[in-house]
């Protein structure tokens, strides 16, 4: 039974709704337990795909600021918030964060580390952390320079100023803006597509991208040549090339 993070299974598709709406879902190390428990759930075979979402007009404010232990915080950070990102990256599935409002502090971290982020036309962006003089977390540093460059990382972290959906779209943190009315209902349908779809390829996809945020051209050729002879071998390419060839939709397995 958890209290803070809600899960919902839909066919191959994993639904994870942080729950505590009355604080724009901020962050506790009870509520970072839970979620590492369900995204640890989400790597079980028959998920296949993985939507993050917020419980009412948030998706997450960041740090519970109301409890942040007075001092020092490298041990929260480490033991809470540290296992979430590194399980997200992980998965070897897609996961799609649905922004339904504002992500703030490490609650924008937590959308930035996931592969996609589904934008509501109400959803607000705002780094947070110098706001209250911290630096940044959760994977931020990593995340946030890679997506918009380093100088944008530095004004968006510097200023903390709120960015729309809109904007958002324009500077590569979002891929896709949905109307807020039924945003989520839309949002899952674009996850539960993803859900249906060649699971290992995806999977090997998310490797080669991460890979080559530090290989070379050389690395990743080799990389590349490797992982497609695997992708090769699979019922799922087998099915994709049969499907061309007869003229219908392919029908994956997700292997
Ligand atoms: O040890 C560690 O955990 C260290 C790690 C730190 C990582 C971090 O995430 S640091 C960054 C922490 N987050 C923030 O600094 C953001 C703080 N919140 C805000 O700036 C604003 O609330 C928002 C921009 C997110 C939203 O503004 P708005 O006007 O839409 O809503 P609001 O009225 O400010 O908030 C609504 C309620 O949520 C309100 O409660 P109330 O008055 O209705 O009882 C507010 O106090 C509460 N709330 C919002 N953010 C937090 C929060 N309660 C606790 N912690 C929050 N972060």
């Given at each position: ?34 979620l590492r428990?369900a995204l640890q759930?989400a ?44 399980e ?168």
């Amino acid at each position: 039974m958890t209290e803070f993070v809600r899960t919902a299974r839909d066919g191959a598709l994993l639904s994870v709704t942080l729950d505590r709406p009355d604080v724009l879902n901020a962050l506790t190390p009870a509520l970072l337990g839970e979620l590492r428990d369900a995204l640890q759930v989400a790597a079980e075979n028959d998920v296949r795909a993985v939507l993050l979402t917020g419980a009412g007009r948030g998706f997450c404010a960041g740090a519970d600021l109301s409890t942040l232990p007075e001092g020092a915080v490298e041990a929260v950070v480490e033991a809470h918030y540290n296992p979430v990102v590194r399980e997200i990256a992980a998965l070897e599935k897609p996961v799609v964060a649905a922004v339904n409002g504002v992500a703030a502090g490490a609650g924008l971290s937590l959308a930035l580390a996931c592969d996609l982020r589904v934008l509501s036309e109400a959803a607000v962006l705002t780094t947070g952390f110098s706001g209250i003089g911290l630096a940044l977390d959760a994977g931020m540093s990593y995340t946030l320079p890679r997506l918009v460059g380093p100088a944008r990382a530095l004004e968006l972290t510097y200023t903390g100023r709120r960015v729309t959906a809109d904007e958002a779209l324009s500077l590569g943190l979002g891929e896709l803006v949905l109307p807020a009315d039924g945003f989520v209902e839309a949002a899952t349908v674009f996850a539960a597509r993803l859900a249906q779809g060649p699971t290992g390829s995806y999977a090997r996809i998310k490797a080669q991208v991460a890979a080559s945020q530090a290989n070379t051209l050389e690395e990743q050729l080799a990389l590349e040549a490797r992982v497609q002879g695997e992708a090769s071998r699979t019922a799922d390419f087998a099915e994709g090339v049969r499907a061309f060839r007869e003229r219908r939709p392919p029908k994956f397995v997700g292997r």
